[in-house]
Structure formats: C-alpha cells, structure tokens
C-alpha cells in the first residue's frame, strides 16, 4: 500500500495553496504549520511574509482564510493575535485519515524513504578477552535502536561493531597459552557465555602474575607482539582462540539484552591492518600529515594543551606503531570506498569527542568525507547511580553488565509475580514476561534519556507501573490487548460519520503524527523522541479509557466499533514503537 498522508500534511498544502494564491510573489510559501494546544495546529508564517511583503499581517492572514479549500479536512480556522491562524481539522478527516494508517499493516501509513542512502553505525564496540560493564550499555542500546528505526524508515543501513581485538597485552596472553596450550580447551559440549568469560578471566590473571614476576616470559611477550603484527601464523592460530572464546561471550550478554548480534557486522581493529600503511603514505603524501619528532602527526589550529602548543592527532608512533587514529581512518576509507557509505555513525562515548572532532577532519582533508559523504558521532553521556556519581559497586568496581541485567530480570520478575494470579499466568509466562520487562525497564531508561545527557541507573523506577518507564507502556499495550478478550462479536471498525469525544480526538490526532515523529528521529538519531511519543501515547490513552467506555457500560453498536478501531491501532502503534526501541510487548501482563 502507498504511504498515508498524515493530517499535517493535507493541512499544510492547502495553506501553502491558499498563501501562494494570496501572495503570488511569495512564490511555494511555508505557511510554518505546527500542532498546537489551542486548536489542532497553528499555522506562524504569516508573520514573516507580510513583514517581507510590507503588508498587513493580520489582513493578509483573512485573505488566506478566504482563499483556503477546507473540503472534509479543515473545520475550522480563524485568524488569532497579530497574524497566527489557528485551524481545528473535522472529525471525519481523523478517522478517515487512521482507517487509512490501520489498513497498511505493520508499517501503520509511514512511508518508505524513496532514495535511501547507505548508513554505516558504529556501536556495540566490547574489548577481546575483556568483561563487559556498565560502561558498554549505551553503546549497544542506543545503537541498536537507531539501527532498526533508519531500516524501517528504508535506509540501507550497515552494522559494525568495532571489537578490540589487538594491542600489545595479546603478546602477553598468546605467550602464555603457547607455553600453556589447553587452558582454553573445552570439555566436551558447547560452552557458556560465563564460563567463556571465566576461562578468559583465569588465564588473564594467570598470564599477567608471570608477567610481572619473571624478566624471561616479558622478554618472549614482546616479540610475541612483533610476531602478531608480523602475521606469524602460530601467533595468529592463537589470537583467533582469545577473539572466538570472546564472541562466545559477547553473543551472550548481546542475547540477555535481547539484540541481534550478527558475526558478519564484528570487524574489529585487526580488520584494518592491511590498510594502515597505505592510510600513513595518503596522509603524508597529500600534506596532511607531517613528521613530528618522528611520529607522523595531523594538526589543528583550535585544538591546543594546557601549555598553548598545538596537541596533535598522532597517526603514526615515532617507534612506527600504529595509534588507534590510523585504525580510526583507515575504518573510514573502508566504509566510505567499499561499503559504499554516505553516513558514517558513530555510537561513542562523549568523552571520545575530541579524538572523533580530528579524525573526521582529518579525514575530510584528505577527501574521504565530503558534502556527499559525512560523519556524525553520535556521542552518549554516563551512567550514574542514585548519588549521582559514575556507577560502581559497593567495592568501587565497575559493575559488570551481566550482573546488572540479571539483577534487572529479578526485579522485574518480582513485579510480574505480583500481577500475576490476577491475570492468570503461567509460570513460563511469569519468566518469559520477567525478561521483557526487566531488559525493557534498562533499554527504556536510557533510550528515553536524551543520549548526550548522564542518567542516573535507579532499578526501582525503572520496573515500576507507573511514570516514564517502560512497564507503563507494556502495561497500557497489554490492558488493550485484554480488552479484546471481552469485545465479544464487536470488532474494530472505523466510522468517519461519528462525531468524536474529546478524548478520542486527542487519542486521534496523537496517533496520526507517529509517522511525523519517526521522520524527525531518523533525521536526529533521537530514539529518545520517539519514547517521548509513545509515553505521551499511553497517557493520553489512559484519559480515554477514564472518559470513553468501550466495553462496560457498553455504548451503541458504532461507537463500541469505533473505539476498538481506535484502541487496536494504538496497540499495534505502541507495539510498533517499542519494536523499533528494542523492546517487547508482552500479550498479557
């Protein structure tokens, strides 16, 4: 099916129409259209026209009145203060308009992106033989929330998660699994993402206690590192089984939060090797790198140090290794010349701001970004506990992401527990529903937090049924899925002809705009808009349940029918939306 056109749409033509017919040398005028609390939408561009056009403002909005078509869209439009137009739409075209939105299936009106571009999102970057925390939350979640909302809304969209998978320390741990070749060995059977994780743990703090004690093993670590970058092929057989034995890992607290994790989208540092010398020889020959007391170096007029001197991106060590820089833009000659990428995305932590800032524009100054092709990081803030403080265990360690979504699941197990009697589940559901919640309750909590901004990690309020948190919105799609249980032979059917309550308009009008508010979160990457959107949704849905009834006490034939058709398009906009959010929408709860 074809893409709606939403309300703001057919409002906003016939007021550019009616402008230009006014106005003919104003030319494809915006009328500025917006929703607005005292009529449906305010119409501002009056103002600036007239202003440019020395007239009347407020006697050249009374002459857009008169030229508007209203036909079955427009109620309603008068001129307000000193040139605002205030326009209320009819019944009618609200109900048509979401018939229309209802009968499109799963993509509820919203169109596809007739050119869609190429986008190359960066996140979900966990380190090689290291432990997840807290810290590699936002990343994961707020990526994969961007991810599936630029793909529903049609763009092309390449996933990568830039694992750190070498360094000097795989000297050290290599070195110790040749001299100590089975603790890595499984016994039989496939294993767990804990004891992947326990085993890296062991032989880490086992590789590390002979690294500092003895001169000889350190000695061998070195050139073991030398060996690595060289290619060795026995070297190489070994740092595969630390970078297997992590995806291990990784896939499995990628699959308690509930996201898809494909092996294809994993190119880590090592991915780029090949590259780095070529990346150093195109920067310098073209002048944008310089030697710098030996190290190849880019520089920046309003990046300085404390001292005044200017700090520089280093992209080549004076003793020729290679800083994460060179890995950085080599990533981006990638994406850009094979991936064939014209947005490159970056989920990154805030603190990484300045070392992003120089490698895009070292980048751009050596051509591989351009108007054509850019480079938005798409940095995040910290995750905080209830001090307000960087959150640590009792102990001040980071806290492990495991342990944190486990505890997640407990609570929110707890609460579904509570409910449960009273809607009849069964344990399976009560466990299943317990998982939903939980890791929804995390997902939400960050996602409906502006991703620059900290936010403080209260589990307490995150499962909690009421407020701006993802149980409430779980609550409010399952309450209207028990409504169903009880409509009997009544179905969901829209009917245009009825006038409409003031809680349905304003059930009506909030749904027709999701399309509107999808646009505006993949132009912004804003997944934080969208949660916006859908609490606003369950709330108004609430003031709908309060005033208009639909099953008890059971209202006339067309209107029961009416409100259903209302109440299951807001399900499977709810639905919808939490989807593209990453979280899931228990039936019953």
């Given amino acids: 099916m074809a893409s709606v056109t939403s309300l703001t749409a057919s409002v906003h033509q016939r007021l550019a129409d009616a402008l230009s017919a006014a106005l003919p040398e104003a030319g494809s005028a915006d009328p500025l259209l917006r929703r607005s609390d005292r009529a449906d939408f305010q119409a501002n561009g009056i103002l600036a026209l007239a202003k440019k056009a020395k007239a009347n403002p407020r006697e050249l909005a009374t002459q857009v009145v008169s030229r508007v078509e209203s036909g079955d869209v427009i109620k309603d439009i008068e001129v307000s203060g000193p040139g605002f137009l205030n326009i209320t739409v009819t019944d009618r075209a609200i109900v048509a308009n979401l018939a229309e939105r209802y009968a499109d299936g799963a993509r509820l009106g919203v169109p596809v992106a007739e050119h869609p571009g190429t986008t190359v999102i960066d996140y979900a970057q ?19 929330a961007v991810v599936q909302i630029l793909e529903f809304t049609g763009e092309s969209v390449v996933r990568r998660h830039h694992i750190g998978d070498w360094g000097t320390q795989f000297g050290m741990l290599i070195q110790y699994l040749i001299e100590h070749p089975h603790e890595l060995d499984h016994k039989g059977g496939e294993v767990s993402g804990e004891e992947a994780m326990s085993n890296l743990n062991r032989l880490y703090k086992a590789a590390r206690t002979v690294f500092d004690s003895d001169e000889e093993f350190k000695t061998r670590a070195r050139r073991r590192v030398v060996d690595l970058q060289a290619g060795e092929p026995e070297t190489l057989a070994m740092w595969q089984k630390f970078v297997d034995e992590s995806k291990i890992y990784f896939y499995s ?64 060590k004076s003793d020729g290794g290679y800083g994460y820089a060179a890995t950085d833009l080599s990533a981006i000659r990638d994406r850009v010349v094979n991936l064939k990428a014209d947005s490159l995305i970056y989920v990154v932590d805030a603190r990484q701001s300045l070392h992003f800032k120089m490698v895009f524009e070292t980048a751009r100054r050596a051509g591989w970004l351009n ?22 265990t009792r102990e001040g360690e980071t806290v492990r992401l495991v342990d944190l979504l486990d505890e997640a699941v407990e609570r929110a197990t707890a609460v579904v527990r ?130 208009c009834p639909v099953i008890k006490p059971a209202p006339p034939q067309e209107i029961a029918e009416n409100r259903l058709f209302l109440c299951d398009l807001t399900a499977r906009t709810l639905h919808q939306g939490m989807s593209l959010l990453g979280i899931r929408t228990p039936e019953r709860l």
């Fill in 126 to 144: 966990p380190n090689v033989a290291k432990e997840m925390h807290v810290g590699h939350l936002r990343s994961a979640v707020i990526g994969d």
């Fill in 418 to 547: 509570e409910k449960a009697e009273k809607v009849g589940l069964t344990e399976q559901e009560i466990v299943e529903n317990g998982r939903y919640v939980g890791i929804g309750a995390v997902k939400y909590a960050d996602l409906s937090t502006s991703a620059v901004r900290d936010y403080k990690f209260d589990l307490d309020q995150m499962v909690s049924l009421n407020g701006d948190t993802s149980v409430y919105l779980q609550y409010a799609y399952a309450r209207i899925r028990s409504i169903f249980g009880k409509a009997g032979d009544r179905t969901p059917v829209a009917h245009p002809e009825l006038e409409l309550a003031p809680a349905e308009r304003a059930l009506g009008l909030h749904l027709d705009r999701f399309g509107e508010t999808l646009d505006e979160v993949a132009a912004e990457y804003a997944p934080h808009k969208l949660a916006a959107y859908l609490y606003q949704l369950a709330s108004i849905l609430t003031t709908f349940y309060d005033q």
């Fill in 371 to 392: 108007d054509d092709v850019k480079a938005h990081q798409l940095a995040f803030g910290t995750v905080l506990g209830k001090d307000g403080k960087p959150f640590k």
């Fill in 253 to 316: 607290v990628f699959d308690k939060l509930d996201m898809e994790i494909r092996d294809a989208d994993v190119v880590g540092e090592s991915g780029y090797n090949d590259m780095l010398d070529e990346t150093c020889r195109l920067l310098e020959e073209s002048g944008v790198a310089v030697r710098s007391d030996g190290a190849l170096c880019v520089f920046f007029d309003d990046v300085k140090g404390p001292d005044g001197n200017p700090v520089p991106l280093i992209v080549k």
